[in-house]
């Protein structure tokens, strides 16, 4: 199981960015899917999930700005960020919660991060 990011770069506070995932390999199904982050000298911090049934969840540092959607059919994971702030620069990773063909037991599994930088 493999996963791709991508999307991350360098904006002026206020502006947008869209983050993807994609998530490959022997993949039997998929239970979760999400957004972390972490800022330099910083612990690593949820920024939002999606269960499989559609549920989100955030970081109340994100709420109203950020969106996080997904396309079961192509195993994507995406994240919308609006209104962007210098705080919220950051290594982003996603991590999606799967269940391999050749294991019956659900892991979790992290995406190398992209950075996104946000300039004041």
């Known amino acids: 199981v493999q996963l791709q990011a991508s999307g991350g770069g360098l904006v002026q506070a206020g502006g947008s960015l869209r983050l993807s995932c994609e998530a490959s390999?022997?993949?039997?199904?998929?239970?979760?899917m999400g957004w972390y982050r972490q800022a330099p000298g910083k612990q690593r911090e949820l920024v939002a999930v999606?269960?499989?049934?559609?549920?989100?969840n955030y970081a109340d540092s994100v709420k109203g700005r950020f969106t996080i959607s997904s396309d079961n059919a192509k195993n994507m994971v995406y994240l919308q960020m609006n209104s962007l702030k210098p705080e919220d620069t950051a290594v982003y990773y996603c991590?999606?919660?799967?269940?391999?063909?050749?294991?019956?037991?659900?892991?979790?599994?992290w995406g190398k991060g992209t950075l996104v930088t946000v300039s004041s």
């Open positions: 390999g022997s993949i039997r199904s998929i239970n979760g």
């Open positions: 999606i269960s499989s049934g559609g549920s989100r």
């Open positions: 991590n999606v919660v799967i269940v391999s063909i050749t294991n019956p037991f659900a892991f979790h599994y």
